[in-house]
């Protein structure tokens, strides 16, 4: 079994189940004693904000903010460097404990060995 998890989102708002499930088994994964690096690029990127995890809604979800705090206590969180760009977010703009990281980075994490690599 894997020792760590690296999980893309592109989806945010725009594609909310698809959003929800890659938060949803990246916390899950960090409770279970998982190595886990959540890249938040496309839509999801807007999540690297203060209070935009909380205008998102899903019926029957847990709460996405909840998800993230999980995250970012025990796991990494990583911002795209590009969708930031596009966005105009710069690393004064987002949360405490988020990193700005390009596709390099993102390539060496999801090549480590013992690791497995989902995209959402």
């Known amino acids: 079994m894997a020792k760590k998890l690296v ?4 989806a945010g708002a725009d594609a909310p189940e698809r ?3 890659a938060f949803t088994v ?19 990127a807007w999540f ?9 809604e899903l019926p029957h979800a847990a709460p996405l903010p909840d998800l993230l705090d999980s995250l970012l206590a025990g796991g990494r969180v990583t ?23 390009g ?3 993102f390539v060496q994490e999801a090549m480590a060995d013992d690791t497995r690599a989902l995209v959402y």
């Open 7 to 10: 999980i893309k989102v592109t």
């Open 19 to 21: 959003c929800s499930q």
């Open 26 to 44: 990246a916390a899950v994964a960090v409770a279970s004693g998982v190595s886990v690096s959540l890249w938040l690029t496309g839509e999801s």
């Open 48 to 56: 690297a904000l203060p209070g935009r995890a909380a205008q998102f």
């Open 79 to 101: 911002l795209c460097t590009q969708c930031a760009a596009r966005r105009d977010i710069t690393e004064q703009d987002v949360l405490p404990g988020v990193r700005i990281a």
């Open 103 to 105: 596709a390099q980075l």
